[in-house]
């Protein structure tokens, strides 16, 4: 009588024999395939974090300064834009031009390691290029894209622990104010950005430019407990005063930061007024923001966010205080 066959699963010596052949065979291929992924995310690190310490930066614009201060490299800045002016140590700092016409002159002969600039700058980035000077480009069109800027700006300087704690400060304030708007009745806002400006209070506002639906301010609307009063795709609509007696806001804020804005925030209140149509104008729920924050997409933000939020929801308790703000 013959014996049964065994298996080669039940065979130790096949068993061996069949392992080793299937490990010899796939081994290589698979080192390959580490060595490949472990290639591409180191390069890929080294694109993101660059050199871990830069000494001569310069930030062309309000949110990079405020960003590098802030995970402390003030002391690194050699050169900023015009309106760079938080922290107060920031004043201090050679100008080298606006943010959308920077003078190339002045930050050559600054002799930079590293130029921030955003993204509307992204075209600079040639010609820092050609002179030999790294250059970051900073994306801030939206809430997370302002969030991601500061992780990058961290990973780039070897500030990443800073970064990261900023980050998560703001993330939780925003959890607070989307747990205590929840379930309330969201109202229309409209934002203006900037009009043609009158020292009369009984002109209406002109050429009214306001916040779309694709950015940053949008997303303060719709995470303080509002919703945008404006429907349309463009980013930032210019529209006449009857589109906004059309529209019919329940509130208007218009954002005014005193250095940039020439008119007193009663006088702009005064003409919003004007749009007595509306159900802002008749409940008296227009505001003007001066404080320089809420124009600069930077870590500040959350002041904003929650000075919109504390508008929208007056009877809830969302934290009032600002600190290190202007």
């Known amino acids: ?16 024999d069949v392992i080793t052949w299937h490990i010899l065979r796939w081994l290589p291929p698979i080192m390959i395939c580490v060595a490949i992924i472990l290639a591409f995310t180191l ?5 993101i974090t660059g050199k871990k310490s830069y000494s001569r930066i310069v930030a062309l614009a309000p949110n990079i300064t405020e960003t590098l201060f802030a995970i402390g490299l003030g002391d690194k800045i050699v050169g900023v834009s015009e309106f760079c002016n938080y922290p107060k140590a920031a004043k201090k700092i050679p100008r080298v031009g606006a943010l959308l016409n920077p003078n190339y002159e002045a930050i050559i002969a600054l002799k930079p390691d590293l130029v921030m600039v955003v993204d509307e700058m992204a075209d600079s ?3 820092f290029d050609s002179l030999g000077i790294e250059t970051m480009i900073i994306k801030h069109d939206s809430l997370e894209e302002i969030l991601e800027s500061i992780i990058l700006i961290g990973q780039k300087c070897g ?3 800073e970064a990261e704690k ?3 400060d703001i993330k939780n304030r925003i959890a607070q104010i989307q747990i205590a708007v929840e379930n309330q009745t969201r109202p229309s806002v409209l934002i203006s950005l900037g009009h043609n400006y009158s020292q009369n209070p009984n002109d209406k506002p002109q050429n009214i430019t306001i916040a779309g639906n694709d950015g940053f301010y949008s997303q ?5 407990g509002g919703k ?9 609509p210019v529209i006449s005063w009857e589109s906004v007696i059309a529209m019919n806001p329940q509130i208007i804020i218009d954002i005014g930061p005193v250095e940039t804005k020439p008119i007193d925030a009663e006088i702009i209140t005064k003409q919003w007024k004007n749009f007595s149509q509306t159900d802002a104008a008749k409940n008296n729920a227009i505001f003007v923001f001066t404080e320089d924050y809420t124009a600069i997409p930077g870590p500040r933000f959350i002041l904003t966010l929650e000075k919109i939020a504390r508008i929208i929801n007056p009877q809830l308790k969302i934290q009032e205080d600002e600190p290190n703000s202007n």
């Open 220 to 224: 303060m609307i719709e995470y303080a």
């Open 166 to 168: 900023i980050v998560s």
């Open 159 to 161: 500030k990443i622990s």
């Open 43 to 47: 390069k890929k690190e080294k694109t």
């Open 228 to 236: 945008n009063v404006y429907n349309g795709k463009i980013p930032f």
């Open 125 to 127: 980035k040639a010609r």
């Open 1 to 16: 009588m013959k014996s049964p066959i065994r298996p080669w699963w039940k065979n130790p010596s096949v068993f061996l």
